[in-house]
């Protein structure tokens, strides 16, 4: 018992004589402070007819100087703030200052019996929300 206390405050000590002690995580980011990521790629979504399916269309352009590798898309679908389904496509490598385009259909249970409640009238709204993430590999 007296070992592991020795050795406690021993890097207790160690610790706050080098000033790692009572200072914030580099983790840890303070509100004002902004973290950018690069941003590479520019994005246009295009939703095609949404009743029971619905088909998305993503053009993406490589605003970069550099070519971009491996670019996946990953589209996520909500109607009336309920997700209804993902898809995924694989869109290639994009050359510098291209563009390329990747899309992908929604057909879920889920969304073909939002679809019908709608027809029905008891839905008072349909609001579609598309989100978009292209994910990809970038060398310097």
């Known amino acids: 018992m007296n070992r592991r206390l020795a050795g406690v405050l021993v890097a207790l000590s160690a610790a706050t004589s080098l000033g790692l002690a009572g200072q914030p995580s580099s983790a840890t980011v303070s509100e004002s402070a902004?973290?950018?990521?690069?941003?590479?790629?520019?994005?246009?979504?295009?939703?095609?007819?949404?009743?029971?399916t619905c088909k998305v269309r993503v053009r993406v352009t490589n605003i970069s100087r550099t070519n971009i590798y491996r670019a996946r898309l990953t589209v996520t679908l909500r109607v009336n703030g309920h997700k209804m389904g993902t898809c995924r496509d694989t869109i290639g490598?994009?050359?510098?200052?291209?563009?390329?385009?990747?899309?992908?259909?929604?057909?879920?249970?889920?969304?073909?019996?939002?679809?019908?409640?709608?027809?029905?009238?008891?839905?008072?709204?349909?609001?579609?929300?598309?989100?978009?993430v292209v994910s990809y590999t970038y060398y310097s």
């Open 34 to 52: 902004e973290v950018s990521a690069p941003k590479h790629l520019r994005q246009k979504i295009y939703i095609g007819r949404c009743k029971d």
């Open 93 to 132: 490598d994009i050359r510098a200052r291209r563009v390329k385009w990747g899309g992908c259909t929604i057909r879920t249970d889920k969304l073909d019996g939002y679809w019908d409640r709608w027809e029905y009238g008891d839905l008072s709204r349909w609001y579609t929300d598309v989100r978009t």
